[in-house]
């Protein structure tokens, strides 16, 4: 299923949450790439895989993330939560993760601040660098 964000001002804020006019250009495009989840409302149940990333140098850029102090990833094959570190500290928009294994998807993302959400598997096994993914946090 491919799906197209509504203009207004859900989609303009996702855009100009972010960091860069490069990674707000290439949001705009992922928002018409197919995702893995039923049609939802953009907010901070949406993670931009920023490019650049690979298995082992993994980067998301979390949509509306104003109130986000911490991101936290769990890999498939783990039970346990790896911090993230914020990628551009003027910002704050990005969080990165380098490791040194190949990461092993589908991730799951935890975002704290002034509550904490976890998104089980909101980042599937076929993610791609450019990569819009939603989910329903709990």
């Not at 299923?1 to 996702?14: D, F, I, N, P, W």
């Not at 949406?46 to 650049?52: A, D, L, S």
């Not at 980067?59 to 039970?79: F, K, N, P, R, Y």
């Not at 993302?109 to 329903?136: E, F």
């Amino acid at each position: 299923m491919t799906r197209r964000l509504a203009a207004g001002t859900a989609s303009v804020a996702l855009l100009l949450s972010f960091s860069s006019a490069a990674t707000a250009h290439a949001a705009a495009q992922a928002m018409t790439t197919p995702v893995q989840s039923t049609p939802r409302t953009v907010g901070v149940d949406c993670f931009f895989v920023e490019r650049g990333s690979t298995p082992k140098h993994f980067s998301v850029a979390v949509a509306d993330d104003l109130a986000i102090t911490q991101v936290d990833l769990m890999e498939h094959t783990s039970g346990s939560w790896t911090p993230m570190h914020e990628s551009d500290q003027s910002v704050g928009l990005s969080w990165t993760l380098d490791s040194n294994h190949p990461l092993v998807p589908p991730f799951s993302l935890r975002t704290s601040g002034l509550v904490t959400t976890t998104y089980r598997d909101v980042i599937p096994g076929n993610w791609a660098p450019g990569g819009l993914y939603c989910g329903t946090g709990r």
